[in-house]
């Protein structure tokens, strides 16, 4: 079974950037799309960005030209860089996945949180000045 470790987040004043780190334990992310999410308080949560078990990246209109998702198989490792930070980024962060098979590419460019799982606490993010 997966575990997600996610850390890098904290509090951050408008333009300012962090780096978000989602570390897996339990199983290779080879086999897995990867995404990052974030729910902010009284909202559903909702796709930031994802990417393919390849290189294919999709982003939320909100974020794009600001943040860039990367990973890492051999350090079974998500990235999620944030530049240029805007108060309506707060939110709790979480990364989450979802098996690779004939029928899940789709999601990739639907980054739709229900099509994955996940399996940490996430890590909160706070832009304020």
């Known amino acids: 079974q997966l575990q997600f470790v996610e850390s890098g987040g904290g509090l951050v004043q408008p333009g300012g950037s962090l780096r978000l780190s989602c570390v897996a334990s339990?199983?290779?992310?080879?086999?897995?799309?990867v995404g990052w999410f974030r729910q902010a308080p009284g909202k559903e949560r909702e796709g930031v960005s994802c990417?393919?078990?390849?290189?294919?990246?999709t982003y939320a209109d909100s974020v794009t030209g600001r943040f860039t998702i990367s990973r890492e198989n051999v350090q079974n490792t998500v990235y999620l860089q944030m530049n240029s930070l805007k108060p309506e980024d707060t939110a709790v962060y979480y990364c989450?996945?979802?098996?690779?098979?004939?029928?899940?590419?789709?999601?990739?460019?639907?980054?739709?949180?229900?099509?994955?799982?996940?399996w940490g606490q996430g890590t909160q993010v706070t832009v304020s000045s």
């Open positions: 990417m393919s078990s390849g290189d294919t990246k």
């Open positions: 339990g199983r290779s992310l080879d086999f897995y799309h």
């Open positions: 989450g996945v979802v098996h690779v098979t004939a029928h899940t590419w789709p999601y990739v460019a639907s980054c739709a949180p229900n099509r994955y799982d996940f």
